[in-house]
């Protein structure tokens, strides 16, 4: 067990976090190096002897030290922005295992990737295309690209985080696809490696998968009949976690079937997890501050609000909320709610706790969007981040001052 109580207290990886959140500032994040290496291998342990990049998606959990953790486990990386580009260069990445997805590539990031060599740009558009097509000649290469196809599939998933829909902005529409491919085989800028799709996140069964993937590869096998060969099929990532008991995806069982729709076509399979990566990996460990009774509703206050974690308000989403230390007195219902001025703050409603003013909370599966998805709204620091790692503890980020929040605004009054 990862987590679990002894004498009432409870543990995350051989860890008292009852001990651990007395001597340390409140709110922190803390990651679990076991569990995220876990995944990883059993993702790579999945393809057996097929062809594979596993491109980590950046946006899930960017801090460098995960990063690091996963670059040296071989790990590649989808990232979404230059930002993201410059942060795994500095985990020691290897920018040939890089692909650059998302909608709105800027001159300036498609500059900086072409000048780091990275693996590939997943295209979403013929601006896009042509954008990069530009840059390459002027800079006297070729780009390397994938175009992302929007598979029209339906996903059961909130829907903030649907991609592979006719009305979301990713993605190309099918039927203009071999005619976008055709028109790229033609740019002396343009050398077309791959085809990608992305349907979604928090992905709880396979079908979807299967039913994209079974559309790409007729479009694979039409390519390859007009003399446009691809090297690689990306099929994204958005393998769901357990939030709430739900059954997941088994890997091994998702990659094999996928595999098996390849067949006997020479095709590197890769994938861009994140969640199914890091999400289990992370607790926020809060203090109670206030307990607020009212004729309506029973608050556990907290000093970690929607500024610290933006699942709850944004995406309604469920996290798992446990007492650090069980207290032998009778539980009641409790809304968990953060400092913050806005009614959306909220970590979780209507929880059965045990909990007094001053007590530690701990949220669980955090790990990916967690941190991510922070910000300083109400001139609030972000915070520490830790992992645990060989039974120690590490800081991986030190919480904001209010002078770092401060020092890029200009007062011109």
Same mark, same amino acid.
Request: hydrophobic share 40%; with cysteine.
């Given at each position: 067990?990862?987590?679990?109580?002894?004498?009432?207290?409870?543990?995350?990886?051989?860890?008292?976090?009852?001990?651990?959140?007395?001597?340390?500032?409140?709110? /922190?994040?803390?990651?679990?190096?076991?569990?995220?290496?876990?995944?990883?291998?059993?993702?790579?342990?999945? /393809?057996?002897?097929?062809?594979?990049?596993?491109?980590?998606?950046?946006?899930?959990?960017?801090?460098?030290?995960?990063?690091?953790?996963?670059?040296?486990?071989?790990?590649?990386?989808?990232?979404?922005?230059?930002?993201?580009?410059?942060?795994?260069? !500095?985990?020691?990445?290897?920018?040939?295992?890089?692909?650059?997805?998302?909608?709105?590539?800027?001159?300036? =990031?498609? @500059?900086?990737?072409?000048? %780091?060599?990275?693996?590939?740009?997943?295209?979403?558009?013929?601006?896009?295309?042509?954008?990069?097509?530009?840059?390459?000649?002027?800079?006297?290469?070729?780009?390397?690209?994938?175009?992302?196809?929007?598979?029209?599939?339906?996903? %059961?998933?909130? #829907?903030?985080?649907?991609?592979?829909? !006719?009305?979301?902005?990713? &993605? @190309?529409?099918?039927?203009?696809? @071999?005619?976008?491919?055709?028109?790229?085989?033609?740019?002396?800028?343009?050398?077309?490696?791959?085809?990608?799709?992305?349907?979604?996140?928090?992905?709880?069964?396979?079908? #979807?998968?299967?039913?994209?993937?079974?559309?790409?590869?007729?479009?694979?096998?039409?390519?390859?009949?007009?003399?446009?060969?691809?090297?690689?099929?990306?099929?994204?990532?958005?393998?769901?976690?357990?939030? =709430?008991?739900?059954?997941?995806?088994?890997?091994?069982?998702?990659?094999?079937?996928?595999?098996?729709?390849?067949?006997?076509?020479?095709?590197?399979?890769?994938?861009?997890?994140?969640?199914?990566?890091?999400?289990?990996?992370?607790?926020?460990?809060?203090?109670?501050?206030?307990?607020?009774?009212?004729?309506?509703?029973? $608050?556990?206050?907290?000093?970690? &609000?929607?500024?610290?974690?933006?699942?709850?308000?944004?995406?309604?989403?469920?996290?798992?909320?446990? =007492?650090?230390?069980?207290?032998?007195?009778?539980?009641?219902?409790?809304?968990?709610?953060?400092? @913050?001025?806005?009614?959306?703050? /909220?970590?979780?409603?209507?929880?059965?706790?045990?909990?007094?003013?001053?007590? $530690?909370?701990?949220?669980?599966?955090?790990?990916?969007?967690? $941190?991510?998805?922070?910000?300083?709204?109400?001139?609030? #620091?972000?915070?520490?981040?830790?992992?645990?790692?060989?039974?120690?503890?590490?800081?991986? !980020?030190? !919480?904001?001052?209010?002078?770092?929040?401060?020092?890029?605004?200009?007062?011109?009054?």
């Amino acid at each position: 067990m990862t987590m679990d109580y002894k004498d009432n207290i409870l543990y995350f990886d051989d860890i008292n976090i009852l001990e651990f959140a007395e001597s340390n500032q409140t709110p /922190f994040y803390l990651y679990s190096e076991n569990i995220i290496k876990n995944n990883y291998n059993s993702y790579s342990e999945s /393809f057996g002897s097929h062809s594979h990049n596993i491109c980590y998606s950046v946006k899930a959990n960017s801090n460098l030290s995960i990063l690091s953790l996963l670059a040296k486990l071989g790990s590649g990386f989808d990232i979404v922005s230059g930002g993201e580009l410059t942060r795994v260069l !500095r985990a020691g990445g290897d920018p040939t295992k890089i692909v650059f997805s998302g909608v709105g590539k800027s001159e300036e =990031e498609i @500059i900086q990737a072409l000048d %780091n060599n990275i693996m590939c740009f997943n295209v979403e558009s013929e601006d896009e295309l042509n954008t990069i097509n530009k840059i390459a000649k002027q800079k006297k290469t070729k780009a390397n690209i994938s175009f992302r196809v929007n598979p029209a599939i339906n996903v %059961n998933t909130h #829907p903030y985080i649907t991609t592979g829909m !006719r009305d979301n902005k990713f &993605g @190309i529409e099918q039927s203009e696809i @071999i005619s976008l491919y055709e028109y790229a085989s033609s740019l002396d800028g343009i050398s077309i490696v791959g085809i990608d799709f992305h349907i979604g996140s928090q992905i709880m069964e396979i079908e #979807p998968y299967l039913a994209s993937l079974i559309k790409i590869i007729a479009i694979v096998d039409d390519l390859d009949a007009m003399g446009i060969p691809i090297k690689h099929i990306d099929i994204g990532g958005g393998l769901g976690i357990s939030y =709430e008991q739900e059954s997941i995806v088994d890997k091994k069982l998702f990659l094999s079937e996928i595999i098996q729709i390849i067949g006997d076509r020479k095709l590197t399979l890769v994938i861009e997890p994140g969640r199914s990566i890091v999400g289990e990996s992370g607790l926020l460990v809060t203090k109670i501050i206030n307990i607020k009774e009212s004729s309506a509703k029973s $608050f556990a206050i907290t000093d970690a &609000g929607m500024n610290d974690l933006m699942r709850p308000p944004l995406y309604q989403a469920y996290h798992s909320i446990k =007492e650090v230390f069980r207290q032998p007195i009778s539980k009641a219902t409790y809304d968990v709610v953060g400092p @913050i001025c806005e009614t959306a703050d /909220f970590l979780g409603k209507d929880r059965l706790l045990s909990i007094s003013q001053g007590d $530690f909370l701990a949220i669980e599966n955090v790990g990916a969007y967690g $941190f991510s998805l922070a910000s300083n709204y109400n001139t609030r #620091p972000k915070i520490d981040e830790y992992i645990v790692s060989n039974n120690n503890v590490n800081k991986i !980020r030190a !919480r904001d001052t209010i002078d770092q929040i401060l020092e890029n605004e200009i007062k011109f009054i």
